[in-house]
């Protein structure tokens, strides 16, 4: 994001709460995939964060930039500058690595045309966590109209997120089993779509706008830390018999609540001091790309014969870090520059 294109409230202490979620992603999918440990309540709910940084992210920056139909013009393309290149990067990268996926002449445009969100993403992705992109990108379209609608009246934007909160937990409940302990794939099919997440985006915008009203007053690092402690309790402590049971009934709305309130104490962190936002800074940076590339890092090592758990397990966290690195560089951020002086036409 550059200068231009930061709002005037910039929260880097998101941004290092976005690569915190990444790395935790990570460190799920590699220690399931070694058969170490179960920690999916990071895999789920570190996700889902995503949706609310997203949205107060997005909130903060278009607030009173999205006054027309070229503006909405621009926003789009912008965040298809931002987040395609890598994503069909890393879509090539499952053809070379791992194959042709079953049913590519469907699922191939889907992912391609970033459409997937729309048609059963976590079926229809072929990137491992690319289910999450195809439903951001459903928000990026819904956006404008919820700014429009919600920015200049408090009351319908909170109204708005409360009913998406509702829907997203009657959603859930419904599509997920009481008796199902193991996620299976038609019950995930079933789960992963835009209104089991749509609460998650709109109470990140909701969030935003009160926080630009009066959030200066409310930081402190006591009060973030505070909850950001208390938040991170249930995560700790929570058990359940199987995965599944981690997102429905009051332990999922448990965890819902707890999601939101961790990256509402990270946003009211006061001022970082100029080594901590630069850390923060390099985290946001890197955090898109860990979490394509980390599976595709750890499959390709896997082909690797004679190397041990352990070591399978190092080298994916280093080359991912390293590859994630290099690919911002290259990628990531000349692409999205790309995309602003193409649309530097249409401010």
Same mark, same amino acid.
């Given at each position: 994001?550059?200068? @231009?294109?930061?709002?005037?409230?910039?929260?880097?202490? %998101?941004?290092?709460?976005?690569?915190?979620?990444?790395?935790? =992603?990570?460190?799920?999918?590699?220690? /399931?995939?070694?058969?170490?440990?179960?920690? @999916?309540?990071?895999?789920?709910?570190? =996700?889902?964060? &995503?949706?609310?940084?997203? !949205?107060?992210?997005?909130?903060?920056?278009?607030?009173? *930039?999205?006054?027309?139909? /070229?503006?909405? *013009?621009?926003?789009?393309?912008?965040?298809?500058?931002?987040?395609?290149?890598?994503?069909?990067?890393?879509?090539?990268?499952?053809?070379?690595?791992? !194959?042709?996926?079953?049913?590519?002449?469907?699922? !191939?445009?889907?992912?391609?045309? %970033?459409?997937?969100?729309?048609?059963?993403?976590?079926?229809?992705?072929?990137?491992?966590?690319?289910?999450?992109? !195809?439903?951001? #990108?459903?928000?990026?379209?819904?956006? +404008?109209?919820?700014?429009?609608?919600?920015?200049?009246?408090?009351?319908?934007?909170?109204?708005?997120?409360?009913? @998406?909160?509702?829907?997203?937990?009657?959603?859930?409940?419904?599509?997920? +089993?009481?008796?199902?302990?193991?996620?299976?794939?038609?019950?995930?099919?079933?789960?992963?779509?835009?209104?089991?997440?749509?609460?998650? #985006? %709109?109470?990140?915008? &909701?969030?935003?706008?009160?926080?630009?009203?009066?959030?200066?007053?409310?930081?402190?690092?006591?009060?973030?830390?505070?909850?950001?402690?208390? @938040?991170?309790?249930? &995560?700790?402590?929570?058990?359940?018999?199987?995965?599944?049971?981690?997102?429905?009934?009051? =332990?999922?709305?448990?965890?819902?609540?707890?999601?939101?309130?961790?990256?509402?104490?990270?946003?009211?962190?006061?001022?970082?001091?100029?080594? %901590?936002?630069?850390?923060?800074?390099?985290?946001?940076?890197?955090?898109?790309?860990?979490?394509?590339?980390?599976?595709?890092?750890? /499959?390709?090592?896997?082909?690797?014969?004679?190397?041990?758990?352990? +070591? *399978?397990?190092?080298?994916?966290?280093?080359?991912?870090?390293?590859?994630?690195?290099?690919?911002?560089?290259?990628?990531?951020? +000349?692409?999205? *520059?790309?995309?602003?002086?193409?649309?530097?036409?249409?401010?």
């Amino acid at each position: 994001m550059s200068n @231009s294109d930061k709002p005037t409230t910039y929260l880097y202490s %998101l941004d290092l709460l976005r690569g915190l979620f990444a790395f935790a =992603v990570m460190c799920y999918h590699v220690l /399931r995939y070694e058969k170490v440990v179960s920690l @999916s309540v990071l895999g789920y709910y570190c =996700v889902y964060g &995503f949706f609310v940084i997203s !949205g107060i992210a997005l909130y903060l920056t278009y607030v009173d *930039r999205l006054a027309s139909i /070229r503006d909405v *013009r621009t926003f789009l393309l912008r965040r298809i500058f931002r987040i395609a290149p890598l994503y069909w990067l890393t879509c090539i990268g499952v053809i070379i690595i791992l !194959g042709v996926p079953k049913d590519f002449a469907v699922r !191939g445009p889907l992912n391609f045309s %970033l459409m997937f969100g729309f048609f059963d993403p976590g079926k229809a992705s072929i990137v491992t966590g690319g289910w999450s992109i !195809g439903i951001e #990108f459903v928000f990026y379209i819904l956006f +404008p109209f919820i700014l429009w609608a919600g920015s200049k009246r408090p009351a319908v934007m909170g109204a708005m997120a409360f009913f @998406s909160i509702i829907l997203s937990i009657w959603f859930t409940n419904k599509v997920i +089993p009481d008796d199902v302990l193991n996620m299976t794939r038609d019950i995930w099919a079933a789960y992963t779509q835009p209104i089991a997440f749509i609460g998650y #985006f %709109l109470m990140g915008c &909701f969030f935003a706008q009160i926080f630009q009203r009066y959030g200066k007053k409310w930081q402190s690092w006591k009060l973030g830390v505070l909850i950001i402690t208390f @938040s991170i309790l249930p &995560f700790l402590f929570l058990r359940t018999e199987g995965p599944v049971q981690l997102l429905h009934g009051m =332990v999922g709305l448990t965890l819902m609540i707890s999601t939101l309130t961790v990256v509402i104490g990270f946003a009211l962190l006061p001022r970082f001091d100029d080594k %901590l936002r630069a850390v923060s800074i390099e985290a946001g940076k890197l955090s898109y790309s860990v979490y394509l590339l980390h599976p595709l890092v750890y /499959r390709s090592l896997q082909k690797i014969d004679g190397l041990g758990s352990v +070591p *399978r397990i190092g080298l994916t966290f280093f080359l991912t870090l390293i590859f994630s690195a290099i690919i911002y560089r290259i990628v990531e951020n +000349p692409v999205r *520059r790309l995309g602003k002086r193409l649309t530097a036409t249409h401010p």
